[in-house]
């Protein structure tokens, strides 16, 4: 059947550092291998402010930011077979083609079939769903899912179907922070039973790798922020030990670890928000001849890490993740199912509910501290 557009409200940034403006888009039917969602829920993530700011080389404007939603297949393109209208969805911003390089090598989850089109805002085809309904003038797409839009166009192989019985409220979170964090932990890191783990940064990230820590059965897990208000979220999470790098003034904070917990810690993870110094502090605190720091946080263009080499020379391992490692069609299922058995916490990360015309107060919550994720109702 001939799919028609659709005129909806999206939050459209036309330009960096500029708020969101709420108004009426085109979005255009499924082409071949496309997917038309009707995004019920977003949140808002770090990155999404990121590319707002203008520090993404990858940023194109105008787009439609957005990559932790969740919704219901409107409609399909031609040749679509693993998604039906109606199935309840989660887009992916690293999608799972099965069939590239990538894809089969059994080593990395970041499939790269369609890396260069969604990097530079378009579609597989080159063109955009996109339009302004005042003016026609294309929008572009941004991760490859645009969740600021009450519908939005997705490449089959960038949507996991899910279990049609979980809240879509709460689990749109599992589009980016939750993976991400849990799944650095047991798929990046593979920590092991007994081992000890130190977070830095204690935000949806953060809160993440605590909590795939806890079910990994880590033997302690030090939360490190710069808030200790941050902290006693933090320990409902699992983490039972606490720095505050404030508390130890002029001494460098890996220092503070190694001194504290028996020479440092068995796995690290960066969760700072892009900091390079944290990162160099996470590595640092590594415990010589084993120790393994996994960044995952995002740092804007032409910012370096540094360490002495010698840091690794003698054993401790940097190491990075993106989502999590997490194959989204093939895992994402599976998360749903561990939130809809109480194994999984993600309610517990929604801090504040709005709908999309609010969305840019969503954006400046970020900056307070006790903001962890908001719900967005679109
Ligand atoms: N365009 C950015 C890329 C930033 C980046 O590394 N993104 C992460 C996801 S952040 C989720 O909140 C990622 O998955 N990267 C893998 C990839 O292929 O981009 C930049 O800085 O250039
Ligand atoms: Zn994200
Ligand atoms: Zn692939």
Not at 145 to 170: G, R
Not at 294 to 307: K, L
Request: net charge negative; aromatic share 8%; glycine share 12%.
């Amino acid at each position: 059947h001939e799919g028609k557009p659709i005129t909806c409200q999206a939050a459209v940034a036309w330009e960096p550092k500029a708020p969101l403006t709420i108004e009426q888009v085109i979005v255009d039917p499924p082409k071949a291998g496309e997917v038309r969602v009707r995004i019920d829920f977003t949140s808002i993530c770090h990155t999404d402010a990121y590319t707002l700011s203008g520090q993404d080389p990858e940023g194109v404007f105008p787009c439609i930011l957005g990559h932790e939603g969740a919704g219901v297949v409107e409609s399909i393109g031609e040749g679509v077979t693993s998604v039906s209208v109606g199935d309840h969805v989660i887009p992916l911003y690293t999608p799972e083609c099965r069939e590239c390089k990538f894809c089969k090598s059994g080593k990395t989850n970041l499939c790269q079939k369609i890396r260069d089109t969604q990097g530079r805002g378009v579609m597989p085809d080159g063109t955009t769903r996109f339009h302004s309904a005042a003016t026609g003038k294309p929008i572009y797409h941004y991760m490859g899912t645009s969740t600021f839009s009450q519908y939005t166009v997705l490449p089959e192989i960038s949507i996991a179907v899910i279990n049609k019985s979980a809240p879509l409220d709460k689990i749109c979170l599992l589009g980016c922070g939750i993976p991400t964090g849990f799944g650095a932990v047991t798929k990046t890191a593979k920590v092991e039973e007994g081992a000890t783990i130190a977070v830095f940064g204690c935000g949806a990230i953060g809160l993440s790798v605590i909590q795939g820590a806890k079910y990994a059965k880590a033997s302690k897990i030090i939360a490190i922020d710069l808030n200790s208000e941050k902290f006693k979220l933090a320990a409902q999470f699992g983490a039972t030990d606490f720095v505050n790098p404030l508390d130890y003034p002029g001494t460098p904070i890996q220092q503070v670890i190694v001194d504290k917990f028996d020479g440092g810690v068995d796995y690290s993870f960066e969760c700072s928000g892009g900091n390079t110094s944290v990162m160099r502090s996470a590595l640092e605190c590594c415990h010589k001849g084993w120790g393994e720091s996994i960044i995952i946080s995002v740092a804007g263009a032409g910012q370096e890490i540094s360490t002495r080499p010698f840091m690794l020379v003698t054993g401790r391992v940097w190491k990075g993740s993106a989502f999590g490692g997490v194959k989204g069609r093939t895992d994402l299922p599976g998360f749903v199912e561990m939130y809809l058995d109480g194994q999984l916490k993600v309610d517990e990360f929604i801090t504040h509910r709005m709908k999309l015309d609010e969305i840019n107060t969503g954006f400046k919550l970020q900056h307070d501290g006790l903001c962890i994720r908001p719900s967005v109702s679109m």
